[in-house]
Every structure is written in structure tokens, then in C-alpha cells.
């Protein structure tokens, strides 16, 4: 039988099922796609573009010096241009053969590349640019300092002296010479930039130092009496360190200070560990589960074994060294589980008697950066401290708590600069880190800059100056959250309810029936006041019997009035006195009752000396005459 003739009869078999049932005919098969043939085809389309931008670009370049190769290689590129379209539409063409698609349409990517072959090769330059931009902003840290816009903080008017940011960045707490610690919240301020919250938690003491725990839940405070101070996030107390005994000795047996705090920090690993350094020539670690005792001491020794006092304080990064910069400008570090000898010490850090206002730690935990009373700004590596690794001198400090710290990238060293009043303006000064060459600087204000941070979450620096304000540097492309969310908000207005009621004042003795008459004359109101005893201030009446009210009676009441009484009833005349103390003579004699009973025994007969001539002439002497005896 032949084929040809079965393969016809299905034919009209299948044109009789479709006519009954109604439709032209049963389809044609879905298409299939090979996928790995479509995403080679646009690699090659994609490294074609790209060779051909990178032509044009060399083409621009030599375009002065070689015209007519550059006219050659412009002519060909339209033959090249033609060819990659040919091949495009070729693929096209060939992908799509039929007319009707049955199936699952392209990806839109897809799609897009095969409708438009030109956009990977402007893809592909976008992202060239933005890697060149990228790589020169990596080379250049500069660029990375976000100071474009800036907002201030009015905290007071004396030194801000004290500033902390919590490790996420939505709260800023500042403390100053005013005793006032302000809590500052960005998610809840307006362009106002008001603090929700002031307090004196040291009561009369300036704020030294504050820190947020790694946790952001308590805030360690540092103020100028010998307790440190541990607040919880809304400024309500949590612990206070005990104090020592300032007649003891030995500073390690005491179990809190005994002068002055200095400085203290939280430890970075462990949430409940902190440390304080003061003038008592110690610095001690805390529990906060604990404050009634420290948990160790470190005794900082000058070269001839004497006290020195440490006036800042830090932990490493790790946690496991514990520095300290002294008065006699040494710095000293110990093991933190060794607190008797040192395991680093250099002894000519800083100048002797100059005030080593502040020591930190880079973020690789290699480099240690001071700021020294002495104008300077010293890095060290703690694997080779005998000499600094760089110095930058100039540096005016006036203040034993002016900062310096490290950029997030571990690439900058930041420090701010102090100026006597109309002195000029307080600058915040950029180093770089590996040639610290000064790379950038920001005029703050006319006043000292005294306290930075550079948080690294935020990308903002906060400044604190000395005319107690407190500046935010941050950009709105590099930085994150903080500044940014207050500046957005409208200030708000205070709401004034105002009604419109007519409002009636009704005084008593306005209305008839309370007003009194007027006086006519003042003869009649005289007369009234005469009657009114109290206004005529009668005296009070003689109180007769036993007597009231704390009064006694007229007669006899009291001794002096009976004794009174007595001397007016008696009728003696007492007009001769002489004749009035004899009539007691013969009694006397008769009846002795105070000299003669005395001698009765010794001396019954009294005998009376003799008046002489001598005495007589004696007598009759003036007083100035007489021999002293």
C-alpha cells in the first residue's frame, strides 16, 4: 500500500474532525528554546559593543595627531556596525520563523537584549565609570569625610566637655562645665533641635567624660567628685561607685577612689565591666553587677617609683590592654589579668608636667594615637614602643579632655585644636595615617573645639566646642540616618487655642448689695475708729482674780507684786536711816545671830585696834602722798 496515500487520508480524517468540532485545525507545536545558545550569542554581542566603545574612545583620543587613520577607522565602523546587526537580525530572523508563538514567552531580559543589542555595551560603560569613581574615592579619603551639611546643638553656654553617641546612632548624649548632661534624640526632633531631657546628675561636679555601653542601655558618667556614675538610657540612676578612704595609704586597699575622676571608658567586649582613672594616682575596673568594690587596681609609677596621676584612660579593641597617659607624660600599659608591672611603657611619650588629654586605639588594634597637652599628636605601634611612629606638632590644647580618633576606615586621625578668646576660629584637623601629612581641616567656630567622635555607623562627626555648642557634619549621599532625620522635619508650631467668648469680670464688692457707702467727711470715720478698740489700740483691761491666759493677777499674784504690796502697806518712816538700824542694836547684842556666835569660844571679849597719831596724820593724807606698798 502506498504511504503517500495514508499519510492523505489522516489528512482529510483530521479536516473532518476539524470541521465538525468547528476550528481550522489542531495547532502547530510549541517552540523550544535553547538557552545556552541564546545567553552565548549576547556574550559575544556584549564583547563586540565593548570592543567597539573601546575604538571610538582611542579614536577620540588620537584624533588631533593621526586624522586620516582616524577617517579610515571611522569608515570601517559602520561595515562593522552592519555586520553585528546582520547578525543580530539573523538570529532574530531565525528565532523568529513563525509568525504564532505557543508557549511560555522570553524573560524580559531577554528580550530587552535582543531588542536593543546596544544597551549591555552602555551598561557595561556605566558601570566602568562607576568603578573608576569608586576606585578614586578609595584612593582618596578624603572624599569620605561628610562635611557638606551641618546642624548645631545649642547646649549651653559654657564648655562642652562631654559627648557619647549609642552604638546605633539615635541618641546623643552631652555634658558640659555647666554640670547639665542633655539627652538629644534625632528620631524625635524637628529643625527646633531641642533635648527631651536635662539633668544634673553630679549635682555641683563638671561632667568629665561620657559613654554609651556596647549595649546602649546605661550610660557611664564622669564628673569631677570621686564616684562614677552609671545612668540608664532615660537618665535615671542605676549604680554609683563607692568612695574610698582618703586616710589610707595604700590606694589598692581602699575599695573606690579617694580624688577626682579624670576619665573612664566601658570595656568593648564585656557589658558589665567598666574603668575609671583618677587624681589618686590609680586606675580601677568596675562591675556594674557590683559597685560596692572594685574589681582591680593599676597603679601607674614614674621612673623613680613615685605616684603619677593618669589622666585618660583606655581599653584595646580586644579588651585585653588597658592604657593610661600620665602627668609626667608617660604612657603605660598593662595586661588586663596582670595589674602589677606594666607590659608596655614608654617613659618620653609627651612632655613631663604637660596633660595627656586623650589616647585611642586604631581599629586594627596596632596603632595607638595621643593627644598630648604638649601641642602634639603622636601615633605609636605597641609592637616597637620605644619612639612614635609619626608626630604632628602645633597643635594648640587647651583642655585636658580634647580628642582624637579614628575615621571608620582606619585611614584617618581627627583632633581638634584649641584658640584663646577672639583669638581666631577652632579647627578640626585631618591626618593621613600612613604619611600624616595634614590632608583636610573644617573652621568650627570662634572657640576651642574640644570633643570629636566619628561614628562609623552613622558616617557623622559630632563636634564639642567651647562656647557650648555642639556641630553635626554629616552628607546626605554618605551618611545614614542621625542628622538626617531631624533636618527633614518641619518645626512644629505651638498650638494657641483661641476663643472668641466675651469674658465678664465680676468682682464681690462691685455689685450693689457689697459696695460700701462712700465717707463724706473723715470727722465720722474717726470717731468709728476711736470706738473700735482695736483700731485705736486700746490697752487691755487690769486682769483681776487668779489671772489668764499667761497674765497674772494685779495683787499678789506674783513675789514682786506681794513685796510691792508689802512696801506700800508699811508705815515705818524710813527718813532717818541711822536711827532706823539702831532701833535693831539691842536685839542684836541680846540675840547675835551672824558675827558673835562665831567668837564666842576664840574670842568672847572683842578687841577693836587702837587709833594712833600715825594713822590719824595717815588719814589726813592726800591718796597720791601714800607709800605703795
Not at 499519510?7 to 507545536?29: L, N, P, W, Y
Request: proline residues 5%; contains cysteine; hydrophobic residues 30%.
Amino acid at each position: 500500500m502506498d504511504p503517500n496515500k495514508v499519510d492523505e487520508g489522516k489528512m482529510s480524517d483530521d479536516g473532518e474532525i476539524a470541521s465538525v468540532m468547528g476550528f481550522s485545525g489542531f495547532g502547530k507545536k510549541a517552540r523550544t528554546f535553547d538557552l545556552e545558545a541564546i545567553f552565548e550569542q549576547t556574550r559575544r554581542t556584549a564583547i563586540e559593543r565593548s570592543q567597539q566603545v573601546l575604538e571610538e574612545r582611542q579614536m577620540d583620543d588620537h584624533m588631533e595627531q593621526e586624522g586620516e587613520s582616524s577617517e579610515s577607522v571611522k569608515s570601517s565602523l559602520p561595515a562593522l556596525k552592519d555586520k553585528a546587526a546582520a547578525d543580530t537580525s539573523s538570529s532574530d530572523s531565525g528565532s523568529d520563523s513563525d509568525s504564532e508563538l505557543i508557549g511560555p514567552p522570553l524573560p524580559p531580559q531577554l528580550t530587552a537584549q535582543g531588542d536593543d543589542p546596544g544597551s549591555t555595551a552602555h551598561s557595561d560603560e556605566d558601570d566602568d565609570e562607576g568603578e573608576s569613581q569608586d576606585d578614586d574615592d578609595d584612593d582618596n579619603p578624603v572624599k569620605k569625610i561628610p562635611d557638606t551639611h551641618e546642624i548645631t546643638l545649642q547646649h549651653g553656654t559654657k564648655t562642652v566637655s562631654a559627648l557619647a553617641l549609642d552604638p546605633s546612632g539615635a541618641r546623643l548624649v552631652t555634658g558640659g562645665y555647666d554640670y547639665d548632661v542633655r539627652f538629644w534624640d534625632f528620631a524625635g526632633m524637628d529643625q527646633g533641635v531641642q533635648a527631651f531631657r536635662s539633668l544634673q546628675p553630679c549635682e555641683c561636679h563638671q561632667i568629665t567624660s561620657l559613654q554609651y555601653s556596647n549595649t546602649g542601655d546605661v550610660i557611664l558618667v564622669i564628673s569631677g567628685n570621686a564616684q562614677a556614675k552609671v545612668l540608664d538610657r532615660d537618665g535615671f540612676n542605676v549604680m554609683e561607685c563607692s568612695k574610698g578612704d582618703q586616710y589610707i595609704v595604700d590606694m589598692a586597699k581602699t575599695k573606690g577612689h579617694t580624688a577626682m575622676l579624670n576619665n573612664g571608658c566601658w570595656h568593648p567586649k564585656m557589658r558589665e565591666e567598666f574603668m575609671t582613672c583618677s587624681n589618686d594616682g590609680t586606675v580601677r575596673t568596675w562591675d556594674l553587677s557590683s559597685g560596692k568594690a572594685h574589681k582591680a587596681v593599676f597603679k601607674p609609677r614614674s621612673f623613680q617609683g613615685k605616684k603619677v596621676v593618669p589622666t585618660c584612660c583606655t581599653y584595646s579593641r580586644d579588651g585585653k590592654l588597658i592604657a593610661a597617659g600620665c602627668q609626667d607624660g608617660t604612657i603605660q600599659i598593662w595586661d588586663r589579668n596582670l595589674s602589677v608591672h606594666t607590659k608596655f611603657h614608654c617613659r618620653q611619650a609627651h612632655i613631663p608636667g604637660s596633660d595627656t588629654s586623650c589616647i585611642a586605639f586604631s581599629y586594627d588594634g596596632v596603632t595607638l594615637a595621643s593627644r598630648g597637652g604638649d601641642d602634639t599628636l603622636k601615633t605609636w605601634d605597641i609592637r616597637n614602643f620605644k619612639k612614635p611612629v609619626n608626630v604632628a606638632t602645633g597643635l594648640n590644647n587647651y583642655f585636658t579632655m580634647t580628642d582624637c580618633c579614628f575615621s571608620p576606615d582606619d585611614r584617618l586621625l581627627v583632633t581638634g585644636t584649641s584658640v584663646k578668646k577672639d583669638g581666631g576660629n577652632g579647627k578640626l584637623a585631618f591626618f593621613d595615617r600612613a604619611s600624616f601629612q595634614k590632608v583636610y581641616e573644617i573652621e568650627v567656630t570662634n572657640a576651642s573645639v574640644v570633643r570629636c567622635l566619628w561614628h562609623p555607623k552613622l558616617n557623622q562627626i559630632m563636634v564639642g566646642t567651647s562656647n557650648g555648642l555642639v556641630k553635626v557634619y554629616y552628607d546626605p549621599v554618605k551618611s545614614h540616618r542621625g542628622a538626617k532625620l531631624c533636618v527633614v522635619k518641619s518645626q512644629r508650631k505651638e498650638r494657641q487655642a483661641e476663643t472668641l467668648t466675651q469674658d465678664y469680670i465680676i468682682t464681690p464688692h462691685a455689685l450693689p448689695m457689697f459696695r460700701e457707702a462712700r465717707q463724706r467727711s473723715t470727722r465720722k470715720q474717726l470717731e468709728k475708729d476711736r470706738l473700735d478698740p482695736k483700731k485705736s489700740n486700746k490697752p487691755e483691761p487690769p486682769v483681776s482674780g487668779p489671772g489668764r491666759g499667761g497674765r497674772v493677777a494685779a495683787h499678789g499674784g506674783t513675789l514682786s507684786s506681794f513685796i510691792v504690796k508689802n512696801i506700800a502697806l508699811d508705815k515705818t518712816d524710813d527718813s532717818n536711816p541711822r536711827q532706823a538700824i539702831l532701833r535693831h542694836a539691842k536685839e542684836a547684842s541680846e540675840n547675835p545671830y551672824w558675827i558673835a556666835p562665831a567668837y564666842t569660844h576664840t574670842q568672847p571679849v572683842p578687841l577693836f585696834a587702837e587709833e594712833s597719831d600715825d594713822d590719824e596724820e595717815a588719814e589726813k593724807e592726800p591718796e597720791w602722798k601714800k607709800r605703795k606698798i
